[in-house]
Structure formats: C-alpha cells, structure tokens
C-alpha cells in the first residue's frame, strides 16, 4: 500500500483521522477532513500529492492566500525538490507545466474557465482552508472549483472544525460523487483556559468539579470545560469590583465623586509579557484588533526595558532580517519604520498585520517559527491558515469591529484565534488567556470557551464573469442547472424543509380559528376579514406616504445646486449645511454637504422626511478640500455667519388616508355590520385577530419559500437579461466579442471595466494616468470618506468623470433588473498611484494615500498596487485599443519598482 509508504517517510505516526482519510483517498474516494487548527490536516494533503506521483499524474495544492501558497510550496520543495513542484498566484510563476502545482484557489478558478491545458493529467485537487467558501467576498471561488472540476478528479477538502460537517459533505457527495467525511474534534495539544487579572494567573474552569476526567478539566474543546467556573477566580473577581466601587466614591479634591480606580487600569502590556514570561508561557500572540493597536503595543514594549532574546539571537535575528530586506532601497527605510521594526524584533518583540510591509511580515513569520520573536501582537488576520503556532494565546479584549460595528466575539471566532495556542512536537499543552477589562465576566468567557458553533453558510452568487463564462461554457439551460447544484441552493433548499413543515402546522391552527369563529361562511368570519381588510389598506397608505415623502425628497435634492444653504431637519447632523457637490442621480441622489459644526459628507433622502429646498446661498471656493480640517472650520464659520436661520417646524405631506375614498368606505361597512354591535365581539374580534395575523404570517412563510427556491437561477436570469440587453450576449444566446472580453475581467467590477474598454473611456492615457483611472475600480477607503480629489491631471479627471457616468448608468440597470449594485468608484487612491507610477518617492505616495492627515501603511500600499496592477494585467490583455493595451503594460512596469519589486520578487 502507498499508505505505508508515505507514512515510514514521516517523523510521526499518523493519528487515527489522518489514517482513516489517507485510506479513504487511497481507495479512490474524495475526503472531506474537518480538524482543529493544528491538527496536522495538511499531512492528507501531502498524501495526495505522492498518490498523484507515484501514479504519474499531477495533484494541485490550493491554499486561499498567496503567504499560505509560498508557505506550502517551500514545504513541497523540501520535500520533492524544485523540479517536481510549481508555484501559481496571480502576479508570481514557477514551473507551472511541474507535476505538483501550488496555486491561490482563484488561480486554479481561472484555469477551469479557460480551459487550460495545465489541466490534463489532473487526477487530485487539494482544497486547504476551504471554510474560506463562506467568506462574503471571496467565498464563490471555491464553489466555483468544486462545480467545475471534471468528475473523475479526487479531492481532498481540508476544514476547520465546523458544526454543520454532515451538511457541507452531504453537498459534496450530490455534486462530487463518493466523499467520505471525517470529522476530528480532539486536539492534539490540549488548551488550558485562563483570565489574567492584574498580575494574577487564574485557571478559568475548575478542575476540581470534575470527577470523571481531572486531568483535563480545563481543555476547552473536552466535555469538561462546561463545567463551573474556577469559584477561586469568581470570588477574587467580587472582591476587586467591591473594591472599585468603594475607591470611586472617594473624596476627591473639593467635592465627592466617581475616581479613576487603579485596580480598575489593565496591566501594561510590558508586563502582560512579562508575567507570562516568569510562567514560562512564551512564545505568545496577543490578539488586537486594530492595526494601530498592534503598533502602539509594539512601540509601548520598545519603551520599556523589555528584552526577550540573548546576544546571540539578536544577532541570528538580524542575519535573517538582511536576508529578507536587503533588496529594500535604502532611502525609503526610514519611511517604513523599518528602524524601529528592527529594533523590537532583535528584542524578540514584533507586530503583525495586513498593514505591514509584506517583507517585514515575512521577517516576523519566519523568526517567530524559529522562536527567535517570542511576543507577537496580531490582527485576527493571522488566525485564518498562517503556520505561526504558539504556546499562548492572549485576547485583550472580546469584543471586535466588524466592519459595520462593534461586536461581541462569537464562539467560533474565539475558537479560531485560541486555536493557534500549543505548538505539535514543541509543547505538551497550549494555554488561553483572557485579560480581565471591567464588565467582563467569568462566566461569559467560560461559554465562549466551551460552546462549540461555527457552522458554514455558502456566500455563492453568480456574477456577471460567471454567468457570461458559463453560457459560453455550457449555454443557459445546463449553466442554470449547475447554479442550483451549488452548496448555497443545497442549503436555501434544506431551509424550505423546514418552513413547509411549518406551513403546515399554520393551516391546520388557522382551520380552528376559523372553526372558533363560526366557519367560513359565517357572519363573524367576515366581520374578520372587514376589519384586516380596513387594517391591511392603512397599511398600504402608510407604505403610499412614505413612498411619496421619499419622491419629494428625492426631487428635492436632484434641484440643489453647488453653494445652496439647506436645513437637515433630524438626525445626528441636524441643522444648516451648504451644498459643496450635487448630485443629480433621480434613483439616490447624495449630495456632498458642509455642515455648521463642520462635518463634511453625503446626505441622502432618507435623511429628510419633508422635501429639502434651499433657505439662500453662500459663495464657494472653486476646489472645496473639504477633508482638511481648517477647510471645514472655515466654511462652516462662513456658513454660520451668514445669518440664515433653521426653521423651527418642517412642513409634511398631508397622510394620505385623510382623504382615502376606499378606507372611508371600508370604516363605514365595518360600523355597519351586525356583528359591530354583538355582545360577543369584544373576544371573537380577538379570535379574529389572531387568525388574520397568523394568516399574514403564513402568507409571509409562502412567500420566502418561492423566493428561496431556484433563488440562483432567478439572479443568473436577470443577469441575462442585463447583460443580452447590453449586447455582451447575442439574443439567440451566443456570446458577442464584448462578451468573450468580459469573460476574462475577474474583477470585483467586471462589467464596468468591460464597459470602460468598450466606450474607449480609457483611450489616450498615459500609463501613470491609466494606473490612477483603474485604481479607482479595485480601491476602498478603510475610512467612509467622500471623494477627496478629482485626479490630478485633465486627462485623468476627464476619464474619471466618464467612468463614473458609465457606473451611474449600470446601477440604474441594476437596480431595474433588481441585481446586486456594483460597487461606486473610490478615487482615494487615484493621486498616490500617479505619483508612484510617474517615479515620485514613497513617502509622497503614502502621504498622497493617507485620510484625516495619516499616512497609509506601507503594507497596504503595497497590497493595493498589486490589485491595480492585476487588473492593469487583465486590461493589457482585454483591451481592444492597442495604445490602451500597451499603456496598461508600461504602468505594470512603473508601478513594478521599490516595495513593490520587492514584494513580488
């Protein structure tokens, strides 16, 4: 057996789920393998890899980030040697025609729709991480994989530990044929759960309670960690908050009142690493969720005396930071911080996150494995797949921004970050550790600690490149089909089970209220159906006049013009504000608007319940930089003297069921009836009421269960219909050139790249000038800004001005066709690019980049060039103009020097 042959060239023995789905994959079946985060899923991926050898085949190892590529593809090198192992992400190539191929999931995507003739000899695919399917942005790739994959190829699918396993391998097996499902829930270094408080050291679970498996009562993934609270930990915890109640209240100066407690401030994180240093428990990654968090921790310990390496490793430590940044030039390091980085990781100190320079992330990636940096403070980005274990997890806080707002941590996201504490074949046991903030409690964190939910719901949705590259593949009928094989159909369908079921628990309740009320025939029943039919048209007026209030506000702010004194009646910035931009969308005009405590951004119509009109006018400067501080403290200064006042009361539209013909009739019928005046109407209306409102509810039900079903197929039709009406599909089906370009647009704005290319909008660009049009198409500001600059060149803002017109265009389309909005062009990115692709110095282009005065992480600067240059790459390749083709190839070039040479290097 081969089994046995790769398992006597290992330096471990296989544990027993590594061994049942090595089997598995041996006896020609494909696996889905759901593991704890260290378990040592990757050894049945490897496995695969010698299976597709000895066989003569190829096997692809696909990871869903390009430092998990790079990773995996030194790992294989090791192993197999240079010439038997390739590399594929997007922007680097090596050996791609080698036998074992290591590629990003998006690569391998991209392959499958063109067909590639890497293809033949496939015989496995290996999915790591392929959780990532549940990702909002980037989740339809891996669906996209699974479907498309000819049938006889093996795959071998390789998860965290999720609770709805069965359902994800019951999927599988529909779309995939024979998939065995081996789930493992044991880790292989147990976790020890603790809370710092102060400089104390509590075990969170007591062990003590439990009389079954003492030894490991406080591992968070065994049964035994659901039990009590360590009672040594919550008495200490009673006696701290008693004592911060009693300091608040303490004299204070002149007067009584609330004091900052000491007991209350969390340890300096110098400390925090130092105790758990004195307990032995570094190597640590401490989770903060902030970038600048990560740095100001750093920079904190820099101050300090803090030293967690000898001589000798600061000097190994130094030797590997050459290594990594000697190709960095030497003028741009000051810029990057590079000195200060370099002094905390000879200190064994270092941060890490998505705004840092990829070769410093590297830096602290690989001394961190070595153990030469012992503390890392980390953005949750490194829990997702990154092979940087430690002894310790420490979490500051529980609760995290999500993007739209703060949130508590869930069970399945402290499951991932904790999960990287306790190193296989270093340690014997990892440990947790909650730092205690005030309004945290014990009991809180045991249940996230023991509660074990991370179910995966598919974020799979067709889009334009998608449909358009499945009709060419397979025509509109077969691509439909395939769409409702998708993991997000197999669940939207599973739902329905149960909301038919209860349909029909509906039906029979609302049979014996309808019983209780005489039946259908009766005279009480249709004093019920009277009454909803009064209630149900208020209803609908209600919906009329906010309709109708809407339409006038939308009316009115599509009027504004540029210097217009209007009044904002509610909300957070109510009061006056001049009009700086207008907007004259009929669908959802934004204005960009000043208001007189200087805030600067768009209103929109749901911020006036009664038309806006204007109260008067104030002269504007001709460029308004209306994010820069002393700009808004000047026009909003000009504002208030202008001496227009707010009215004190906003006229409104007068309701429309005042003068309703229909719902007058209705009140009358309803006074009229027989039944208004029975004895008995009091408590049979109740009974009518009750069915009327388990009726709508019903109704409700009906409706979601035919929106859910073929809910995909319906969004691939109005796709279509969007795009036939556009000409990029013929209307026999066939797919036109416009359409065959859009095939192989793999951005995020796909069809207003392609409608860009098609208008020649972009015709006549310098290469910088190109690069700047096209940032604007891949950009997001991390802050919710409003354009700060129009491009700093005719040409680009004449391009930008007619991109943004086609973007306009689109979404009304959208909208029509009831489609997903594509996303509005950022131009905070347009002026640091042009000057980054002229050969302007980093430092301007960071400042260039910057919001609110800060300039942007040189990590993030890097990362967004490699975007713009992607799609440069698909523009240089798409293009019909051949000067717009070859101005895309110059800008990769310009853009391809400095950190960004390096990072792609």
Request: charged share 25%; with cysteine.
């Amino acid at each position: 057996m081969e089994l046995d042959v790769f398992a006597a060239q290992l330096s471990f023995p296989l544990d027993a789920f590594q061994d049942q789905a090595c089997r598995a994959l041996e006896a020609g079946h494909g696996v889905l393998v759901c593991a704890p985060t260290g378990a040592g899923k990757t050894v049945i991926g490897e496995f695969a890899v010698h299976l597709a050898l000895v066989s003569g085949h190829k096997c692809f190892y696909t990871t869903p980030i390009k430092a998990l590529s790079n990773q995996k593809y030194a790992d294989l090198v090791d192993r197999y040697g240079k010439a038997s192992v390739g590399l594929l992400t997007g922007d680097v190539s090596i050996n791609s025609d080698a036998p074992v191929v290591v590629m990003t999931t998006e690569v391998l995507r991209n392959m499958l729709y063109a067909d590639s003739p890497t293809l033949r000899g496939l015989s496995h695919v290996v999915m790591d991480e392929v959780h990532y399917l549940a990702d909002r942005f980037r989740g339809a790739v891996w669906e996209e994989v699974i479907l498309h994959l000819p049938e006889d190829v093996r795959l071998v699918s390789l998860s965290a530990t999720v609770s709805n396993a069965e359902e994800f391998g019951a999927w599988m097996g529909t779309v995939r044929g024979d998939t065995e499902v081996i789930v493992d829930e044991v880790r292989p270094i147990p976790l020890w759960q603790h809370m710092m408080v102060g400089r104390r050291l509590f075990d969170l679970f007591d062990t003590r309670a439990n009389t079954t498996a003492p030894e490991t009562g406080r591992a968070a993934t065994e049964p035994s960690a659901r039990l009590v609270v360590d009672q040594e930990l919550v008495r200490y915890l009673k006696q701290r908050q008693a004592l911060d109640r009693y300091d608040s209240w303490q004299p204070r100066g002149r007067g009584r009142g609330p004091a900052p407690s000491s007991s209350n401030r969390p340890l300096p994180r110098p400390e925090v690493i130092a105790r758990l240093d004195d307990e032995g428990l570094l190597p640590a990654i401490t989770f903060i969720f902030s970038r600048a968090g990560c740095d100001a921790a750093v920079t904190q310990c820099l101050r300090s005396r803090l030293r967690l390496t000898t001589e000798d490793q600061a000097d190994e430590i130094a030797a590997i930071i050459d290594k990594h940044t000697g190709d960095l030039p030497k003028h741009d390091l000051s810029v990057l911080g590079y000195w200060e980085w370099r002094e905390g990781l000879e200190r064994g100190i270092a941060g890490h996150h998505a705004g840092m320079l990829p070769a410093f992330r590297h830096t602290v990636e690989e001394l961190f494995v070595k153990g030469l940096v012992r503390a890392v403070f980390a953005t949750e980005t490194l829990a997702l797949g990154i092979n940087m274990p430690a002894r310790t997890v420490v979490l500051e806080r529980l609760v995290k921004f999500n993007g739209e707002t703060h949130a508590d941590l869930t069970p399945g996201e402290y499951t991932q970050l904790t999960g990287r504490a306790g190193r296989r074949g270093i340690d014997v046991e990892g440990h947790a550790v909650v730092l205690w903030q005030p309004g945290v409690e014990a009991t809180e964190v045991a249940g996230l600690a023991s509660t074990r939910t991370f179910p995966l719901r598919s974020s799979f949705r067709p889009s334009y490149n998608m449909s358009i590259n499945l009709i060419d593949r397979m025509g509109p009928g077969e691509a439909r089909s395939l769409l409702e094989r998708s993991f997000a159909q197999f669940q939207a369908d599973r739902s329905v089970v149960g909301l038919v079921r209860s349909i029909e628990r509906d039906e029979k309740a609302l049979t014996d209220l309808r019983d209780q009320l005489g039946g259908p025939d009766s005279d009480f029943f249709e004093y019920a159906q009277l009454r909803e039919r009064v209630r149900e048209r208020e209803r609908q007026l209600e919906r009329q006049g906010r309709t109708d209030r809407r339409k006038d506000a939308v009316t009115s702010l599509t009027a504004l013009r540029r210097g217009d004194v209007i009044a904002i009646p509610t909300g957070r910035r109510s009061g006056l504000a001049v009009v700086l931009e207008t907007d004259t969308d009929p669908t959802d005009p934004r204005p960009l608007v000043l208001t007189e405590d200087k805030w600067a951004g768009r209103i929109s119509a749901a911020d006036f319940p009664a038309p806006a009109r204007a109260l008067g006018s104030m002269r504007l400067p001709r460029h308004v930089e209306h994010r820069t501080a002393r700009t808004r403290r000047d026009l909003a200064s000009a504002l208030r003297s202008t001496g227009i006042v707010a009215p004190g009361r906003y006229s409104k539209r007068k309701s429309p069921a005042a003068s309703d013909r229909e719902l007058t009739a209705l009140r009358r019928a309803l006074r009229t009836h027989p039944c208004h005046t029975d004895p008995d109407r009091d408590r049979l209306s109740r009974i009518g009421e009750k069915y009327n409102r388990l009726a709508r509810e019903t109704e409700t039900k009906r409706q979601k269960v035919a929106a859910t079903t073929n809910s995909l197929a319906r969004t691939f039709d109005r796709i279509l219909r969007l795009l036939t009406e556009r000409g990029y599909i013929a209307p026999g089906g066939a797919v036109t050139e416009h359409g065959h370009r859009l095939m192989r647009l793999y951005s995020e704005s796909d069809l207003l790249v392609a409608e860009c290319l098609r208008n020649g909008t972009w015709r006549g660009l310098a290469p910088a000038e190109l690069a700047a049009v096209v940032s604007a198409l891949v950009f997001e500001s991390r802050q919710d800004a409003s354009v700060a600059d129009r491009g700093p060149t005719a040409p680009i803002r004449h391009a930008l001005g007619e991109t943004v017109q086609l973007w306009s265009a689109l979404r009304t389309d959208e909208v029509r066709h009831k489609l997903p909005l594509t996303r509005e062009p950022d131009l905070g990115f347009v002026t640091a690019i042009h000057k980054w692709a002229g050969g302007e110095p980093l430092v301007d282009a960071l400042l260039a980049a910057g919001d609110r005065g800060q300039a942007l992480s040189a990590g993030d600067f890097v990362r967004w060039c490699r975007q713009v240059i992607d799609l440069l790459d698909q523009v240089h390749q798409t293009a019909p103009d051949a000067q717009v083709r070859s101005a895309a190839a110059k800008a990769v070039g310009a853009i391809r020097r400095g950190v960004v040479a390096v990072d792609a290097a």
